[in-house]
Structure formats: structure tokens, C-alpha cells
């Protein structure tokens, strides 16, 4: 599959809004959690029907429904009705290659963005499209599988932060979006340790797997890249939003947010420089040891070449060749041998050859 | 024919507005596709003759005429009379090397830009211009030859879907683009499948082709950012318009339509990138090829000439030479020698040379 | 000469405005020639005196007057008395090294710019200084040399076409640009048509003066940038200046000739990226080629010095040199070459080395 | 660690204003230094604790209160609730890794930028993290260890300089920034004499391990790069505070200060580009070198290989081999040989080989 | 001394304002003059002393102090109590290493930029910085030394031009600014003469040292560019100043100033480009003789090993080698060889290989 695009498996040509599940199933059964609570209260449940969740809906309670697995568009399509979301929306949800952008309507703000979490065990980058609909009263968050990184935000709520009760559907989205942007930053932390780690590697002893390797290392800084550069857009355009979903005070959150975004985008952007200084001091390291490697050649080559020579002259069988004839002639030759390499070697050395 | 600007057939300093076909000649007989619908009814023909299409003109329905071939300049200019177009603009339409942009009349909105079709059979980019006049009634569109990418959309329309047939020109126009960027979506993915499975071929055995296959994949990459990147600034300036015929309840549909230009943007430049690295990947390899045959060159040079070199010197016909008599000289030179040989095998182990 | 730099043989601190030709002079006589014309009449004769125009002055007819050769000051002077032009607009007009601008006066237009030409016996472009002076009345507009692009203009003003007879001025020069531009996208092609076939040399048979070649060729690409890319903002800013010489029904035409400005800019970045890939393509067909030739070598030398070492050995004179008294002794030997030999060969085949 | 990150030791999805220190503890016990001054007196002291500085609250001096230690959050968090600190704010101080930036609250302007210096004696940069806050009558400092350039600026309060001591926090903040930004400087100065030091070894005698000395160059550059480049849109945007704590009449200074941090920026681009050019001329030498060596082994290989040629021929052990039997045979091949080697000789030399 | 940065002796720390001279002293005892004019009179005079000038102050002429030689901080300390110039601007003026910037004050407006002169006798570039102070009545200019460009400024007044006379200080700044801009352009114009020498060395007979010359051109360049760019920005601020001091009859002379700077930077960029254009074309030239240098020892070497090795053969002293034997043997030897050279000759000549 192409990397830089998610396969348009929609058949082209199609309504708008009409919606097919585009992407990898990463789970079996959809799962709808929701969390309802205000500063005394705090209730938690699964629900197997969207409609379920109408008993929130007159209550002063902030309610967070987050539906795991987007590929079952029914599901998508219930919570779109119920919510009122337009089809174009959820034509976003259901397809997982959206780019991250931000769209405001008049009731809600909508947010789709990656969601990376960097898996310990298999050494990869998990990615996931997370969508968020923040309205004055609900939060609801679409997510692609099962498993995510806001387990330590459900805690918060259930032991009754008091900012996170009681700030509503906006305070808690940007909680939400804050973990996402540290595991962003974490991810790139990984990953440049990995590449600084080469640098020794570069030093000591390269080997010729290294501008591979280089190569992967940026393939995966361009897919970070890719990922993250249009959230820090994204995030700056929240705070500007002018339906009522998004409150003043949090505003100071926000901006924290976007400094951690522009941040992780500075240091992609470092470590792009790092891998391509990289990919030149690894050439610049081999073309070295390859110029050491020619100029023991170059230097055996000229110095024994001449003196084989002579000794070929010397073992031609002329007839008459009056100096083979001579006593000394043998020993004044190896003398004048040592001679020519003696002063070849001194020449070369003056020339900083070797 | 240079392959970044389109030919100007047109002679140098003609009145502005003179309307010359430039361009290649891609159909016999121009063809007048008239369908006319609202929500209750749908009428589809084929007409010889523009002003046939007057009928349509005060009923309240929405009327899309479709005519392929421009080099008929008199179809053309029938039309433009008809629907009382500026002389500019029907040059543009007969002119086929226009570059996307979009035009504000008092009552319509003239947008051009390139239709990229992938012919799956000869593997080859079908590029052809299509131009879109929108007023409020009426929506009229120029192709170069038979055959396009919009079955869909009539099929829509036949079927009677309510949006499409009651939504007016400007949401007509909006699905037409749609599909037309689904293409570009769909050719940039199969250029990147076939980018990106270059990579392997550069990981097992690079060809000397290489690099040839990769300018030329440069080249198609370069023609179609040519032809797409201007397609988000014309999209982006659609719902700007300040005549009529873009209506404000479909501007949600054009933002959709401009982030789908956004990615194909994107990913065009990513695969620019991905381009350049393969090329810098293939001269990596190769140099790393050529450096492990020089090396071996290196090795065995540097040991047997000195080796010969000897054999030489015991090869020379002097009267005087005494080792020549010495009983055990001749299993003493091999011996030398094959000390020679392993002093400098180990030697150049020891550097890291082979 | 400098050349992205017009020689300032201008004598420096000298007061601004003083009128000195600076360039070189590519005529002898300068020539005024004058034409009038309206929807009824059109005259057209050649002056010898700036003053001879005044009879035109006070008429509802349109007048441009044209000058070919700025060399003579007293010439360009007197025009600028009569028309009342500041003095730093005349040393503009004279000193021929001008970045292309537009000025807006009170009562005129002042727009300088390069007009280029393609001289198809020489194959060579040819640069010229173009000046327009845009009034309410009058085109006023001076060239270097005699002989221009404007001809077809002039033709269609004697053959009584409606538009260029009555819209005024502003439209004249409108005319004369767009001559002017398609002149610009004329070269370019010719150019581009040039550079493209380099590709095919490129993929026979890349000879030595190529990069020299390409050298030129980009030389050329930017000094047509130098030339061209101004021009885009002088032409968008056409439009925008608010004395009344630019009259607003003429705006289209404007915006037509900016895409086509546009469109040059687009073309000739497109080439100067051509020209780039093809430098690179060069480098790596010619250090393939010389790796083939090494290969050839390293592979001869690898093979034949441990052969030739064998025979050297054999050829020394030792007197105990059991071998020699073998029967078989030279056969064996052959044959080990031999087996050496071959299985160098496979070696190196297995490695993928021929 | 990656060197363009800071560790997020901070657990992730904690709510947001947690305090935890981040970063590398530097000294063992914080110190509150307090100045308290007007244009007549000024007293200066060491404080336990923050709460001890309630005193200079109501009086009408300027309170300088400096605290060297962020490692001891408590201490923060007391100063935090004494001067009315968000909580963000806190966190921002603690976490020794943040981005210059300027955060207006509606008492106080809030200021964090990276404090650099050169250790003459270790020959190395001494980062630390300064962060501001600016109020009214209050100017509070963090720092991360003892030991700081702001001696003279102490030194100028105590001996009663008129400015200093009357124009209010904002102007002694603006001392120490000016302070900081003089020691950007510095230390871009000292870097840049070492990298033009190198120029001269360039010419000299390039050694192998320059391009590795280049890179840490650049990894240094790049990294006050970071540290310095956003200092410049945080100054330029303090005399855009809305809120009272930045006065007009300062407005000159800042605008110098900027000039400094631009300055500063200007020459960190100029010497990354001077490192560039280093590296290209490091491998124009190399490759300059090695080609030398290469031609040295190329002219005795080409002269002697066919002599060898010759005589190994005559070496030939043929019972036929007329040649061998003439007298002057021996003479009239080495005379042979000599003109063999003298034409190539001239050969070469025509070629400009040598 | 680092180049791009200007050595900051300015102890650090000192209050902002203190005046100490930084730079080189280029002359011994500072020079005052003074030229007093109005349309009917023009006096001139030396002073030794700031305060003389007071005379001129209530009276209706235009006076221009002239300063050499800002070394002599107390002269420039008078001169600034008489004007009445804040600390900062002084410090700006003694501080030989300012960035060209443009301050506007109430009653004056201050420029400082570099002015530079090609010295024809050395060849060498000679930089100095100058400071103007433009008030209603008074021009005041700082200059390092005595010598400058602007005698024929002087010799204009001098002989009573009318602009000059009667147009006021921001005027005569003006004919100023122009003489500097042109000594930009005349040097560029220098350099850019010497750089395009370069290409037919190039192209003829490329030394060693080329590279070395091409990179301290590019210094050349840069140190240029530095000094040159920002004096765009600052010229085009000129105008726009709100103060009185800039009348606003000259703005025409600013827009023309300006495009001259324009020019200047342009032409700047497009040798930096030729530059590069000129070492890509040394190190192509010189591995295209390298590669036609390895050819002949690769073809020597391919030719002469496989038939020494065959005389090697016969060389052997086998006691049984039947071919030693025959009458034609040695012939048919020499035969074989001529064959097998010539076979390898036809083979690379297919090749194209020489």
C-alpha cells in the first residue's frame, strides 16, 4: 500500500457523505464506554446502543462517550443521528487516512487527529486516527481499536479532580489532546535516542547496513511528520473557534498545547538535519577509508612495479648481455633496488601520502 | 514538444479573445450531451446544435450540458454566444495548456483546470482539459475528447438522488471536482505503489536502469504537482466568490473538496522526497559495490606484486647470484613469501578491510 | 561585462536625473514614428521632432507615439518636456540596465520592462529596453533598436479592428505586452525544447561538454528568470494603480496577461529542476560507465597477478627446484591456472560483480 | 539523551500544573536573594523563605527577588501563591526544558529563555534555564543553579546608578536580558573564531578527523540555534504587551535589545553556512589529493607495465627466438624502452596529467 | 577575529548608553566639518570644536555637519548633547559593528549602514560605517575616516545646483545613500567581472586552487550580502517615516534608491548562484580528467597483464614444455598476442571506452 496515502477504497464517484469503513479492522466487536459526572457525582458504564445515552442528555452532567472501532458504520451512523452530526463528518470518522484538521460547526467542534502510542514490547510505532466531537455538554471521541493512552485521565475523573469535574467537554478534550501530544514528544524521544545512538556507531566502525538504516530513520521521521505538523495548526485554531464549545478560561491551556506541538515539530525537524549529517559523515567516513585503501595500493603498485621491471631485464636470455656477466652485478642491482624504493617512500612520505 | 508549456500554435500578436484550437486533436466529432433534471424529473439527449438547448432555458430546471471536443472552435463559439461568455474566457476553454484557475463573472464561475485519468490498460496518464461554466441554472462544461470519469455522477443523478437533483449547478460542479480529485488521489497511489517498490529492488540488486526509471518517475511527479498543485488555490477560492452562483449551504462540501487537493499535494511532495532519497540510496550502493571490488583489486595487488617482485629477482641470469645455489633457496623463498603473504593478510584484517 | 549587472558607466554622484545613456548603442538615428487613430480614422506618418506630435495633443483620437533609439538624450529629453515626465523616469528610459518596474505618475503609467526575441537565423535571444509611458491620450513607448515584435499590432490598428481602435490606450499597451509575454513563453519553449533533448544524449551517449552544455543552458534559464520574474508583479500591479490611465473595463485583460506571466515564471522553474536532474543524471551515467571500466580492470588484474605470480616462480633459476624435473609438472601447472582462474570468475560472478 | 528534547521525566496524563521538576538537579540548597531599591536606598538581603518578602510589598520600591534552585518545588510553589502565579506558569519554570517564550497574564509578563555561558576553563557552554516574571513593582527571577552573569548589574544597583535604580522592573529585567544576549554573543564569537581557525588546517593539511570535528561544530551550532532563534520573537514581542508592567519609555531599549538577538541569529545562519563550505572544501582537498595519488600510480603502472611487457618476452625460454642472438639485441631493447617510456612521458604531460 | 560578528570589547554589563568606542581606529585626529547652504550662499569650514556650530542653528540655511573618525568618543558625545541624540543612538554610532537600521526619533531620524569602496590601487574592499542624522535643518554624518565618496556631493553644492541648495537635509541624505548604493553596485560589478573570469579557467586548464579562490569569493560575497541586504528594508523604511524629517516631494528619490538596493541584492543572490554553478563545474571537470586518467591505466593494464602473463609462462624453466620446442612457437606467441590486444582494443572500442 502506498505509504503516504490511505487506500481510497471508497468506489469513486459515490454522494458525498456517503459512509464506507476505509481502512485495517483492528478490532472485532465495537465498544461504546460512557462516562458521566460532574463535581459530586461520577457514573461509568458500557452501552451496547447509542440511543442508551439519551438519559444524559437533559442532565447537567458532562458526559464523555468514546466509541471504540469506527469499521462497524452502523454504530458511527446511530451516534451521528443521535448527535446530529452532519454526513460529511462522519464520512471523516469512518474513513481512518484523514489529515488532522479541525471544523467548526455551529453546535460542535470537530477534531480528527493520529493518535501514536509507541508499543515497548514490538519496538512500533502504534497509530490510530482519534476523533473528537466536543459539544457544550458531550464529548464524544471515536477511536479505531480498543486500548488507548487515556486510562490516567479515567482516573482523574473517577477520583474527582476537581478542574476535570467540573470544567466541561472542552477541558477535557484538551486533557485528552495533552496526552496525545505527550506521547507524540515521547515518540520522538525514542526515536532520537535511536538515531544519536548511530553517531557512535558512525565513529567506530560503519557498517554498510548504516545509510539503510538512515533511510528507515527518516521514512519514520517523515511519517512522525506527517502526523504531527498539521496538529500544531490544528491546535492553534481551537482557542479561535467562535461557536460557544470552546470557553474562554481555558485559553492558557491551549497555548501550552500548542507550545508542546510546535516543540515536537522543532525537534522532528532537528532530527531530520541529524539523520541527513548522518548519511554524510557516513560517506564521508567511507570514502576515507577507501582513499587509505588505494593509497597502500597506489604506493606498493609504484614502488614494486619499477623494480620488477628491472629484475625482467635481467632475466631476459640475450645473448650477449654484458652485465650479467659481471661479479658484482646481482648485488649492485639489489642495492640500486633499495635505492629506487628507499627513495620512492621518502618521496611519498614529503608528499603526506602516507 | 516542450513537455512543461503547451504549444502556441496560436500566431504571436492576434487580438485577444481569437479564438485558435491549440492543442492535440483527441476526438472526431464533437458531441452535445444535454441532461436536464430537478427533483421530480430527469431528461437526458444528445443535441447537433447549442441553440437547441434554449428550451431549457426558463424552466426551473437544472441543466448540465456537456460537450466534448474543443477543436471545434464553431461549437465553441456557438456556446460562448449563447450563454453570452467573454471572448477570454472561451480562448481559454480552446487554448488546452491552460493552468488551473478560476474566474469570477457577474453571473457565472468559470473554472479550468486538468482532468488525470489512469488508463489501467496501457499503464499511462490520460490527461485532458476540462473547463466548468457555473451560473445559476445552468452548468457548462468542455471536455477534449469522449469518454471521462463521470459515469458515476449521471448515474446519480438518474437514479434520483435528492441532493444531486436538487441541490443546483454549483453542487453539480462540486461533485464533477470531487471525482476529478479522487482521480489525482488514485493515479499519485499508483505511482507511489510503483515509487515505493523501487525500494527493494535497491535493497537486492540495483539495476544501472535505476536511476533513468527514477527521473523519469521525477518527471511524472513533477507533471502532476504542475497540474494539481494550482487546483487548491482555485478550490480554495470557489466558495469566495461574491456572485451568486456558489451558494453559501454547499461551502462545507468545498472545504471538504480542498483538503482532499491539500493531501494530494502532500503527497506528491512526499514522494519528491521519496525520489531523492531512492537516488541517494542507489549511489550509496553502488559506491559501496565499487569500493568492495576495489578492495579486492587493493588486496591482491598489494600481495603478489611484491611477491612476483622476488620471483623476478631469482629469475635474472647472472653469472654471480648465490642463492641460486644454495640447496634449500628455492623452499626458503616460498616460505618468505608466504610469510609476506600472511603478515599482510593479518595486517590488513586488522584495518578492517576485508 | 558583468553580467547580471548593467555597466553603470553613469559617472557616480552625479544629481539624480541627470541623462546619460548608459548601454549600448544597436542603432544609428533614433526614429519617432507616430500613429493616431480612433473608430473612424487612423494616420500614420514618421517625425523628425517630439514637438511635431502637439497636433495630436488636443484631438479625441488615441496617439502612440513610438521611439526607437534611446541613445540620443536630447531626443528622449525633449519627449520627456513635452510630456511632462519627471526626470528620474527619463534616466530610467536611457540607462538600459532597468529591473523591470511599474511607476504610477499622477497623469501616467510608467512601466519598464525586457523585451525579448528570439532571433531564429542566429539563434540567439535578443534583450531589448522597453518603456511605456501610458496617459489618458497617449501611448508613449521607447525602444533601443529599430525593429520589434510590434508589427501584427500595428496591423490589426490600420485594419480597423473595433477593440484595439477604441479602448484606449491603456488596451494598446495591453496589446503590446501580451505580444511582449508571448514572446517570453516563445523563447522559453524554444529553450525548454532544447533542454529536453539533452535527455536523449543523456541516455546514449553522454559526452565530456555536456555539463559545460548544461552549464550554458542554465545561464541562460536564469537571465530569462532575471528578465521575466518582475514582469509578474509589474503586470498584477497593473490593475491596481489608481490614476485613471488604467480604466477598469480592461481588468480581465489585465489578469489574463498576469497568468500568462505566471505561466512563464512556472515554465522556466520547471526547466531550471530539468536542467538540475540532468547535471545529476550526467554524474551518475558517467561514474557507472567508469565503474564498469573499473570492474573490467580490477576483475583482469585480480585473475592474471596470482596467475603470473605462479609463472614467475617457475621461472626462477634456483638449482634445486624439484617441480621443474616433473614430467607433468607444466601441464599441472596449467591446470591449476586454469582452476584458479575459473573459480576467480565464479567468485565474482556470485558476487554480482560482471 | 535526545539531545533536542528534554526528558519528559513527568509521568504522562497528569493534570496539567502538576509540579515535578524536570531536568538535572545542578546545586544542593536554593537561595532566595532579595534587592529591594529606590532612587535613594537599597538593601539587600538572603531569605529563608518567600514569605519573608511580604514586607517589600506595600513599600514604593523596586523588589528584585532572585531564587537560584528549581529543583526544590515547594520553594516554587510558595512563590507561585505569594505573587498569585497560575499553575501552568509553575510548571513552566520547573521543567527545565521549555522553549523561549513571553506569556502576558493580566498582573505581570512572564519571560523563559535559555541563559548561556562560556567556561573559559573547561572550554564549554553552560546552559541553564532563566525564567522572569515582571509585575508592577516586582521583577522575580528563577534560575537553575548558583552562579550567574548578572554580577555588574548588581554591582550598578548598589553604586546607585540613576536608571537602574528608578526606572522600575521592567528596565532591570531588560538589564538582565541584555546581559543574556550579550553572552549569545560571546559565545557565538569564541565558536566562530575555532571555525575559521579551521580554514587554515583546511589548507594546510586536512586530517581524517576534521569532518567528525565539523560535525560537532554544526551539533553545537544547531543547538544554539535553538536555544537563541526564538529569543528573538519573545523580545520583539514584550513592547507589545498589553498589560501595565512593560512602560512606553523603555520601548527604545527593547527595540535595541531585539537588534542584538537578530544580530546574534545572523551570525549563527552565517557560520552553519561556513561550516558547510568547510566540509565541501575538506572533501574538494581530499578528492584533490587522492586524484594525485592516483595519477602518480597511474603514470608508472602505463610505463612500466608494457616494459615489463618487453622484456618478460625475451624472457621466453623459446629454442627459436631469433632476437635473442644479435649482438646489439640487449642495447637496441633498452633503447626501445627508454623511447617507450619518454613518449608516454610527453603523452602524459600533453595531457596535462602531471 | 570571527568575521561575521564585530568583537564586542564593550565590557558586558555596562548600562546600556556607555560610550566606548569599539572597532579599529583607522585615523588619528577626528575632523569636523562644516558646509552651510541655501539657495543664494554656500560657506565651508573646518572646526575644531562641536559648539562652533551653534551659529548656524536659528539661521534658514541647510547645514551639514560632517564627523570623521568616531573614535574619539568625546567628540561624538558633544555633538550629541548639541543634538540633543539619545545614549543609545551614540553607542550605535561609536560601535563600529552595527547592522544597517533606520530609527525614528521625533525630531530626527538616524540611519547607519555600511559604506564601502573598492580601493583600486590594493584591489581590496574597504569598509566603513556610516551613521546620519537627519533633522529639519541639519544633516548630521558620523564617518570611521577621513576620505570618503562624497566629494562630488560636495562639489555639487559647491557649485550651486538648485535641488541640492534648496531641497532640504533628507534630500541632500539622499544624494548621500545614492553615492553609497552605487559603490555597492560598482563593487559587486568588480567582483562580478573576477567571478565570471573564473569560467574560462574553468573551461581551459582548472587549478588546484580553484576551489580555495571560489570559496573566499563566496566570503567575499557574503560579507557583502551582510552588509548590503538589510539596507533594502531600511531604505524602503525611509519613506514611511512618520516624523517631519523626510519631506514628502522626495519620496520618488527614496522609491528610485531603493530600487537600486533592490538591484544590488539581486545581483548579489545571482553570484552566490554562479559560484556554486562554478565548483559543481571544477569538481566535474576534474573527475571527468580523472576518469579519462584511470581509462588508460585501466586499458593498459587490461592489455599487458594477460600477456605478460603469457611470456610468463614461457618463461618457466620446466624441463618438459613441449611449445618451447617448435620452430614457430615464439611467432606463433607474438601472433597470439598481437591478437589478443587487439581482440581487447575492438572490445573497449565498442564499449566507447576510450
Known amino acids: 500500500m502506498a505509504r503516504f496515502l490511505n487506500k481510497t477504497t471508497k468506489q469513486q464517484g459515490l454522494p458525498p457523505g456517503t459512509l464506507i469503513f476505509s481502512g485495517e479492522q483492528k478490532m472485532e466487536q465495537p465498544l461504546i464506554r460512557v462516562m458521566d459526572f460532574n463535581l459530586d457525582k461520577c457514573s461509568e458504564r458500557e452501552v451496547d446502543n447509542v440511543e442508551e445515552i439519551a438519559e444524559y442528555e437533559d442532565t447537567a452532567t458532562i458526559t464523555w462517550v468514546n466509541i471504540d472501532g469506527v469499521h462497524e458504520v452502523d454504530i458511527v451512523e446511530k451516534a451521528g443521528q443521535f448527535f446530529k452530526l452532519s454526513a460529511l463528518l462522519l464520512e471523516d470518522v ?3 487516512g484523514q489529515r488532522p484538521k479541525i471544523i467548526e460547526y455551529e453546535d460542535f467542534t470537530f477534531i480528527v487527529l493520529k493518535m501514536l502510542r509507541f508499543d515497548e514490547k514490538s519496538g512500533k510505532i502504534i ?11 458531550f464529548l464524544l471521541t471515536f477511536q479505531e481499536q480498543r486500548g488507548d493512552v487515556f486510562e490516567p485521565i479515567r482516573e482523574r475523573i473517577r477520583s474527582g479532580r476537581k478542574r476535570i469535574r467540573s470544567f ?4 477535557l478534550a484538551y486533557c485528552l489532546l495533552d496526552v496525545v501530544c505527550e506521547n507524540y514528544i515521547h515518540i520522538i524521544e525514542v526515536l532520537g535516542e535511536q538515531i544519536e545512538d548511530l553517531e557512535e556507531e558512525l565513529l567506530d566502525d560503519p557498517k554498510k547496513e548504516l545509510p539503510h538504516q538512515i533511510n528507515r530513520f527518516k521514512q519514520e521521521i517523515n511519517y512522525l511528520r506527517k502526523c504531527i505538523r498539521p496538529v500544531r495548526e490544528v491546535i492553534a485554531r481551537i482557542p479561535k473557534t467562535e461557536n460557544a464549545t470552546i470557553k474562554k478560561h481555558s485559553f492558557e491551556y491551549w497555548r501550552d498545547l500548542q507550545e508542546l506541538a510546535v516543540h515536537a515539530n522543532e525537534a522532528i525537524d532537528s532530527y531530520r538535519d541529524v539523520l541527513a549529517d548522518h548519511l554524510n559523515l557516513y560517506h564521508t567516513t567511507m570514502s576515507t577509508k577507501m582513499n587509505d585503501i588505494m593509497k597502500v595500493l597506489t604506493i606498493f603498485a609504484a614502488i614494486f612495479i619499477p623494480l620488477t621491471f628491472i629484475a625482467g631485464i635481467y632475466g631476459t636470455n640475450f645473448e650477449v648481455l654484458p652485465e650479467l656477466h659481471y661479479r658484482y652485478s646481482y648485488f649492485i642491482m639489489l642495492g640500486f633496488m633499495a635505492l629506487v624504493a628507499v627513495g620512492m ?6 608528499q603526506k601520502w602516507f
Open 94 to 96: 469512518v474513513n481512518t
Open 127 to 137: 497509530a490510530e486516527q482519534l476523533s473528537l466531537v466536543i459539544s457544550k455538554k
Open 168 to 171: 466541561g467537554p472542552d477541558f
Open 345 to 350: 617512500l621518502i618521496y611519498f612520505r614529503k
